[in-house]
């Protein structure tokens, strides 16, 4: 009997942990180190990007 017990108890107990809270610290908040990093990231892509017209053809509007 106490086999069966645990053996029911040990899913409910990693259920449980699993659903707690942690830290309770906001999910979606970054530190400041991330969000310096996150900065970085975005300068480094809008130095290196393009402007779209400049990289497609429009030559739907000439005749040939």
Known sequence: MSRIVLSA???LA???AGCSR???GDPG???ADEA?????AAAMLD??????NA???NDTDQTP
């Open 9 to 11: 108890a040990l899913p």
């Open 14 to 16: 990693l259920l449980a």
């Open 22 to 24: 942690g830290d309770g």
């Open 29 to 31: 908040a970054v530190t």
């Open 36 to 40: 310096a990093q996150l900065n970085d």
């Open 47 to 52: 130095a290196n990007s393009i402007d779209l």
């Open 55 to 57: 990289a497609t053809a």
